[in-house]
């Protein structure tokens, strides 16, 4: 009968996600929010679902944080930046379980990730329109339309901005899915969390 447990493939990549100090409420804040940008980007461009979170969770041995729907629900609900907001607060654990399902998902997907980055290097060398690759059109339109629908500033942010932020993310997510990914973004998100 075959085992049916698992191996604790996160514990190495748990343990380099430390801390020098316990975050702020505000530095926290600032984590959730980008956080569920990148997890944002990543539904945008893999049409990665609830379900993908929940079996990279399962995978990762995490599903003591995240254990169903309702958990993840409430986890990308503590986002500062979406509408309804402010369900549940983030905490440190939490945090480190969403990188590494977050890098885990981006890993799934590197190659899709990688073409669509470099689709965008070659359509900005040549001074293309972006949309006209139709990967990146779909991508930008996808997180345009998501981060309209669930985000409190999402009507009245340009799209220009959108823009931005789409294709920042997009680029940060070529990094986030390279073998050392996941201290990659927790560096990112303490770094930014101080900054914002």
């Known amino acids: 009968m075959p085992s049916t447990m698992k191996s604790d493939t996160s514990k190495p ?23 569920d940008l990148v997890l944002l980007a990543l539904e945008a461009l893999a049409n990665v679902s609830s379900e993908a979170i929940l079996q990279a969770a399962s995978h990762l041995n995490l599903t003591s944080v995240v254990a169903d729907r309702v958990s993840l629900w409430r986890l990308r609900q503590s986002s500062p930046l979406r509408r309804g907001q402010g369900r549940k607060r983030l905490d440190v654990e939490e945090a480190r379980a969403l990188v590494l399902i977050t890098c885990h998902l981006a890993k799934q997907h590197q190659e899709l990730i990688r073409r669509a980055v470099t689709l965008l290097e070659q359509l900005t060398e040549q001074n293309r329109e972006l949309h006209q690759a139709a990967l990146l059109g779909d991508y ?4 345009s339309n998501t981060y309209q629908e669930r985000m409190d500033d999402g009507e009245s942010i340009p799209s220009e901005q959108l823009t931005h932020l789409a294709l920042k993310l997009l680029i940060d997510l070529l990094f986030y899915s ?6 990659r973004l927790w560096l990112a998100l303490l770094e930014r969390s101080v900054r914002e």
């Open 13 to 35: 990549a748990w343990d380099e996600l430390t801390l020098t100090s316990q975050p702020d409420p505000t530095q926290l804040d600032n984590i959730k929010a980008q956080l």
């Open 140 to 143: 930008l339109d996808n997180f």
């Open 178 to 183: 390279a073998p050392n990914g996941s201290r």
